[in-house]
């Protein structure tokens, strides 16, 4: 006497789980949107412009490579918090606000 064998189907889910995880989606879409290398890069651009820094002063300022800081002004690289932080305060902004986009 064995066992049935396992299906190799995944279980369907009940239309109150579909739904929750769609909402999840759709939650993460916005959450990603609200951050995007693209938006952090250009409030930085801007916000060193303002500020009257070249690229490579700024760089300096920070602590890094010209030429990464110019990849994060482009959206090209995904700062670390640390970063973020040593941006904001040498551009005497507030980091959230160089994290948030702009309507």
Do not use: C, H
Request: proline letters at 5%; aromatic letters at 6%; a positive charge.
């Amino acid at each position: 006497m064995g066992l049935a064998p396992k299906s190799k189907r995944a279980p369907q889910l009940g239309p109150s789980i579909a739904y929750g995880i769609s909402q999840m989606r759709d939650a993460w879409q916005r959450t990603r949107m609200l951050f995007s290398a693209a938006v952090f890069g250009k409030n930085v651009r801007r916000e060193r412009q303002a500020n009257g820094l070249t690229l490579e002063a700024m760089a300096d300022e920070v602590g890094l490579a010209y030429s990464y800081l110019g990849e994060i002004e482009r959206g090209r690289k995904n700062p670390t918090l640390d970063v973020v932080e040593r941006i904001a305060e040498v551009l005497e902004a507030d980091p959230l606000e160089l994290l948030r986009a702009r309507r």
